[in-house]
Structure formats: C-alpha cells, structure tokens
C-alpha cells in the first residue's frame, strides 16, 4: 500500500498494479502521512516505511517480534538519538513521560493490538502542531517539535508505551547517510554488511535525495540501480527516468563522481552559509512569503 500525496497519472500507472494507492488526507503535510496508510488498511501488523527506504535484509523476525504485541522501532543515530522534551506532556495533553531512546519514525512495525496506544494519538497530536514551530518553518533544532512528525511520536511512546510492549534496535540496523562503516557486499542480492559482520534491515537515505539533487555516492546510491532498474525486479523503471548518476556503465560512475564532488562544494557553501546566520534567514523569508501565498 502506497499513500498518494500527489503522484503524477503516469506514476499512478506505474505502480497501480503493484500497490494499492490510498489517497493522503486533504490539506495534510506529507510528513504527517506515516500513520495514514495503518488507519485507512488496518492489518494485524503494520510495516511503516518511509519511500526513500530500501529493505535489505527480510523483516519477518521483526514482523514476529511485532505479533507479539510490541512495536519495533529503531533509535535515531546521533547526535540526535537522545532527544526528550518535558513540554512534550503540556503541549500534547499527555499523561507523566518516560524518558527512552529518541526513535525514527521513517520505519515502524506496529501490532493492531497498539493502534489506540501508538497510531491514533500520534495521528491527534500532530494535528495540534504548528508547522512554523517545526523544522519545516522558522524553529531550531533545541525547539520541542523541530521534528514534527517523529517528536509527536517519540512524545506518545514516552506517555503511552511500558516496557514490554516496546523492541528497539540499534540504529545501524537502519542507517542513515553517510552509512558509516557499511560496506556493498553484494549488490545482486542486496547485502550489506559491517566489519563485525552485523547486517541491516534496511537503508534510509534521509534529508537530500539522490534522485532529486546530486548527492555523495554511497552504500545506498550504489545500490538503488539494482531495485529500480534490474530485470528481476517487479517494478522495473525506464532508465531513463533516473538521472545519469544513478544509472549504470561507465558514463554514469563519471557522472556520479561530479554528482558526489558537486554535494561536497554545495555542503561546504552550507556551512560556510551557517556560520553567519544566512540559512535561518533565508529560511524564514521563504516561510514567510509562502505563508503569504507568494
């Protein structure tokens, strides 16, 4: 299942045949949508994943772990994988909070027998958040709901959730660029792996996408060719849709080259942007005059 929050007729076909399509909410955020998918296709386990996501690994013992009446989540990487807030309880109207791990909500496996504890008051406490008072507007990261969507949830499991009924998994096992210490063992199969031989369930390329703007190649990159592209594959893409950095043979790996030197001057102009407060100022411009409808 899929939720559509504005794919293009063309895209529609595409995967139309392959996923059910289920129409986002009107007027809601396409980061709010992680729990519509749960709510409109109930299911005994709910397998969350953000779409930048490519699962390497099966998810059956994770799903097993989940029938037994507990969610899976795995931690955030650092710096933010320790982020609580006691304004979390005031603003949302819960109950006393118990700190834990900070988790990421771009992959959840959530039980039915959690859906009044976990999904539907992460659905009524995102509808109380000002998107200015998020990363998506004028806030700093110190601000309780930078992160929108996944502080609400972080909030509800802190207030909701005992123990028991909570499995969290180290955050290696759900990488984030630069994947650090991940190496491509075997792309034809999708293995990755670290020196320690542990391997990850899954990879999220969060913030920049590779397939919208030039990006580092990486454990991830390298891979996506093979998932979109491959003649196995169910869902096989035009080549032609992807970028020249994410296709394969030899002028591809030249273009990824110029993409990865591109992303390294481009964060190098960011940081040097920071250093004097332009970004946030930028920011807020942008934010005001798209509240302004300009």
Request: net charge positive; hydrophobic share 45%.
């Amino acid at each position: 299942m899929l939720v559509d929050a504005g794919l293009t007729p063309e895209q529609r076909r595409l995967v139309g045949d392959h996923v059910a399509l289920v129409p986002a909410p009107a007027g809601l955020h396409a980061i709010f949508l992680a729990p519509v998918g749960p709510l409109s296709v109930p299911a005994d386990v709910a397998v969350i994943l953000d779409a930048d996501v490519i699962v390497v690994r099966p998810l059956t013992p994770l799903i097993d772990k989940a029938r037994s009446g507990r969610l899976v989540a795995f931690t955030n990487n650092e710096p933010n994988d320790d982020r609580f807030f006691p304004e979390w309880r005031s603003t949302l109207t819960l109950g006393p909070l118990v700190r834990r791990s900070y988790l990421n909500a771009g992959q959840l496996v959530i039980p039915a027998s959690l859906r009044e504890k976990v999904v539907l008051p992460w659905v009524e406490g995102q509808s109380t958040l000002d998107l200015r008072r998020t990363w998506l507007g004028t806030a700093k990261l110190s601000d309780p709901f930078y992160f929108a969507d996944q502080d609400v949830l972080n909030a509800v499991v802190a207030a909701n959730l005992v123990d028991d009924e909570l499995v969290t998994l180290d955050h290696r096992l759900a990488p984030h660029p630069p994947f650090p210490g991940l190496r491509l063992l075997d792309a034809e199969h999708l293995v990755c792996g670290y020196a320690n031989g542990e391997r990850p369930y899954l990879l999220h390329h969060t913030m920049a996408k590779p397939w919208l703007e030039a990006t580092k190649s990486n454990v991830y990159t390298r891979l996506l060719p093979r998932v979109v592209l491959a003649p196995d594959v169910a869902l096989r893409l035009d080549r032609k849709l992807l970028p020249l950095r994410l296709r394969e043979g030899k002028p591809a790996g030249i273009d990824r080259r110029r993409a990865t030197l591109q992303a390294v001057l481009r964060a190098q102009a960011r940081r040097q942007l920071g250093r004097f407060g332009v970004r946030t100022s930028l920011r807020a411009w942008r934010h005001r005059h798209r509240a302004g409808g300009l």
